[in-house]
């Protein structure tokens, strides 16, 4: 679905990513750990076309994701950011169905944006609410709805469970679970959280040094030595 070929990038005198090789399948879910500042945030960014490599190319369906790809490949992605990101002015089923509203009469906008809030346990009365009157786990089932709202193929994820208790952390790993293996989505992950990991990944990837030093399955990372120190630590 996605293939990333030798992806670098600098800031100034600062190499943030040196020649990153990677890709996900279709209907499959990978995670990108790291620790803090080595890149993960930038290559999602490359990804989605709002920071320029300075080499490297990105494929999508084995076509170069670029000017004249790109329109249709954001016309098929959806997005959790990490702070849910809702708009404040907006009541949630608008927030859930902002992709829509262009496309279609309002009521039949809310009704998909309410049948994606029961997706993601949340009910009909939560669709006249505003952001405001949100839990923090509520605002990211609403983020995760919003998500999912067009169908999306590819469905990125940063930092889904940042600011939620255990208990709420892993209800959402559960739902992103349930949810791409349902719709049979590509998932990229970004995330700190090992739980998170070993709850929705198939494929882990550790970016270190600006380069992925480890990618292989999920239920082998404890016996990967590359993993051992971010495991341990």
Known sequence: MIRIEGIAKSFGPKQVLAGVDLQVDRGESLCVIGQSGTG????????LGLVRPDAGRILWNDRPLDARSMPAFLQGFGMLFQGAALFDSLPVWRNVAFRLRDRMPASRARGIAIDKLARVGLPPETADLMPAELSGGMAKRVGLARAICDDPGVIFFDEPTTGLDPIRAREIDALIRDIVRDQGASAIAITH?????????????LLQGGRIVHDGPVAEMDGAAALRAFLQG
Not at 40 to 47: A, D, E, G, M, Y
């Open 40 to 47: 993960k945030s930038v290559l999602l960014k490359c990804i």
């Open 193 to 205: 959280d090992m739980a998170s990991v070993r709850k929705i990944g198939d494929r882990v990837a």
